[in-house]
């Protein structure tokens, strides 16, 4: 069965600050896809990336990073120099590459973030 | 508009009523998920679609829940003698293919149930 946790609950950072969102997976598939979508206070879900098992290089896309690290199952998020635009919750996603698990994401709890101006 | 529209935004019942919500999809989006969002629980996966087929019906909680696709677009879930423990927000995704994992998802349909 697969599994995510994202351990931070809520997390409050200061304008500028930079923050990192911890998920840690859990799946018996050796070819996965791992995601993070935001939801903003308006509701809905948004996309942000998508990578797969066999690629393990970081990834960065402005201010946004992401650290894939399979020796940990770890696919963590790291938003630079934060503004309170990134305020909302993310979350982690799941899904594997075959099977009925390929049909579905299976999300973390999510991590709210706060950020104070 | 161009995204995933869903209806009602809010719908407020009591308990035992039947309630359906509906999704529209992109056009031209194969695939279509529900999903549903309690407080403090995420997101809880109940069903998909490929088409206007629904090979897996495994993740809905309880044979209460109901869901059907049209024309390959148009998708209602349908929640019979609704409870309490009901009460959550319905997520409606649509994705171009099936298994691509890049969902978009509508605004959702907030059930609360008296």
């Known amino acids: 069965a697969q599994k995510v946790t994202q351990a931070q609950t809520e997390i409050s950072v200061v304008e500028k600050e930079d923050v990192t969102l911890d998920c840690v997976y859990e799946?018996?598939?050796?070819?996965?896809?791992l995601f993070w979508y935001k939801q903003p206070p308006s509701g809905e879900l948004v996309f942000l990336i998508r990578?797969?098992?066999?690629?393990?290089q970081n990834e960065i896309s402005g201010r946004y990073s992401w650290n894939f690290q399979k020796s940990t199952s770890s696919f963590n998020f790291t938003i630079t120099a934060s503004q309170v635009v990134d305020s909302a919750v993310y979350f982690c996603?799941?899904?594997?590459?075959?099977?009925?698990?390929?049909?579905?994401?299976?999300f973390g709890k999510g991590t709210k973030l706060s950020v104070i101006p | 508009g161009a995204g995933v529209s869903q209806s009602p935004s809010n719908k407020v019942t009591e308990k035992g009523k039947d309630v359906e919500l509906r999704c529209d999809p992109i056009?031209?989006?194969?695939?279509l998920y529900w999903y549903r969002q309690s407080l403090g629980q995420g997101l809880e996966f109940l069903i998909y679609?490929?088409?206007?087929?629904?090979?897996?019906k495994s993740g809905l909680p309880s044979d209460r829940f109901s869901a059907e696709r049209t024309g390959g677009s148009v998708s209602t879930l349908t929640i019979q003698r609704t409870q309490q423990e009901d009460s959550a927000v319905y997520l409606c995704?649509?994705?171009?293919?099936?298994?691509?994992?890049?969902?978009?998802f509508g605004e959702g349909s907030r059930l609360t149930v008296l």
């Open positions: 995704a649509s994705s171009p293919r099936l298994a691509s994992g890049e969902l978009f």
């Open positions: 799946t018996r598939d050796t070819t996965y896809y």
């Open positions: 990578r797969n098992s066999f690629d393990e």
């Open positions: 996603a799941l899904s594997e590459a075959s099977g009925a698990g390929s049909y579905q994401l299976t």
């Open positions: 056009s031209g989006h194969t695939a």
């Open positions: 679609f490929q088409g206007n087929s629904a090979p897996d």
